[in-house]
């Protein structure tokens, strides 16, 4: 994000009075129709299908590859390949059924065939943040998509995936960039809980145990302004980031009220409205995938206040070319900028209270 954008950004913000809901709006209750998918806008509608189109012409069709943006790089990463995938199901296609069903099929077998021995997701020799990510982000697709079509193959792998997760998670409750029962940190354990949370919600047996692990670990990373830091061993200030994660990772375990929940996102709306916050935040869409949805579970004012903002701010950065840049790779913006703004649509039980 260039300064100006930021700034852009921000004056939207402060105009809308977001604070002054933070700590009641749990005691409403609201109409559905105030979260329908009629906030998506005729333009929000039209950039939605631009990005779409663009992932659908980027993707490998053919040959070695098939179902990922490129053969090396973050093109050629389960995470963007999983998160891609996720964002033509959130307009409504499925596997096989829809106008992107058969990209959806590609992203598939493309996870499919780099499933490893033991269950492990991920590519030798792709860039990557931290191979965790990428089979975080890769086991919550197969998720939702064994969800739609109860395949045996996905299961299978599916299966595989999540007793990976649970055999590594480490002796804190956490996760890390390698599956091995070392470290933790609040990014990577937020990702796995969301893998957990799909898989369980698609029939396959998760450990109370090691929810209830999780669940320990993020709530003792937060911090006494309502923030989350980034380890527990070393402590840190909060971000934004990566404390709309830690409220997403309550809310995957159901956890949608209480003290944690309330002061997580009371810090996400006074520092939606921070300066400092944005212009020290590289991670931009990382973080509005996963406010999208604290704001969306939060849902009444909050919600409402939230997402034309996001919106309208996600319209203005949009290309020519119908993508969204982004220093990982455009396909990986694109795909997160598409699921934020269909996050109305409530097509994806990922994302569904």
């Known amino acids: ?82 998160l891609s995938g996720m964002a033509f199901m959130s307009h409504g296609s499925s596997p096989g059924r829809g106008p992107y069903g058969q990209n959806i099929d590609y992203c598939i077998e493309y996870i499919l065939s780099n499933s490893q021995e033991g269950g492990f997701i991920a590519i030798p020799g792709a860039a990557t943040h931290g191979p965790m990510y990428g089979h975080g982000f890769a086991t919550l697709f197969l998720g939702e998509v064994y969800g739609m079509s109860s395949d045996s193959s996905v299961r299978e792998k599916l299966v595989e995936a999540v007793k990976l997760i649970v055999d590594t998670q480490n002796i804190d409750g956490g996760w890390r960039y390698e599956p091995v029962r070392q ?118 004012s909050l919600w409402r206040q939230y997402y034309p903002v996001v919106r309208e701010y996600l319209l203005s950065r949009q290309t020519a070319g119908g993508y969204w840049p982004d220093f990982i790779c455009p396909e990986y913006g694109t795909a997160m900028a598409c699921i934020v703004l269909q996050m109305p649509n409530n097509y994806l039980p990922i994302f569904q209270r």
């Not at 994000?1 to 609201?30: D, K």
Request: net charge neutral; proline share 4%; hydrophobic share 40%.
């Open 183 to 300: 470290d933790a940190d609040i990014s990577v354990t937020v990702c796995q809980m969301m893998a957990l949370r799909a898989a369980r919600n698609a029939g396959i047996y998760v450990p109370n145990e090691t929810v209830d692990r999780c669940v320990d670990y993020v709530k003792r990373s937060q911090n006494p302004d309502g923030g989350f830091m980034y380890m527990l061993q070393s402590g840190g200030p909060s971000a934004f980031p990566r404390s709309a994660a830690g409220v997403v990772a309550m809310n995957s375990a159901g956890i949608y009220s209480g003290e944690e929940v309330e002061r997580g996102m009371q810090y996400l709306v006074e520092n939606l409205q921070n300066p400092r916050e944005i212009r020290s935040n590289s991670h931009f869409f990382y973080g509005q995938y996963y406010a999208s949805q604290a704001f969306w579970h939060a849902g009444g």
């Open 1 to 82: 994000m260039t300064i100006s954008s930021r700034r852009q950004f921000l004056t939207a913000l402060a105009a809308a009075p977001l604070a002054a809901q933070a700590t009641n709006c749990w005691a409403q209750v609201e109409p559905e129709l105030s979260r329908s998918a009629d906030m998506i806008t005729p333009e929000a509608r039209t950039a939605i299908d631009s990005g779409l189109t663009y992932l659908a012409d980027r993707q490998i069709k053919e040959g070695r590859g098939r179902g990922a943006f490129g053969f090396d790089g973050y093109r050629a990463n389960t995470a963007v390949v999983a």
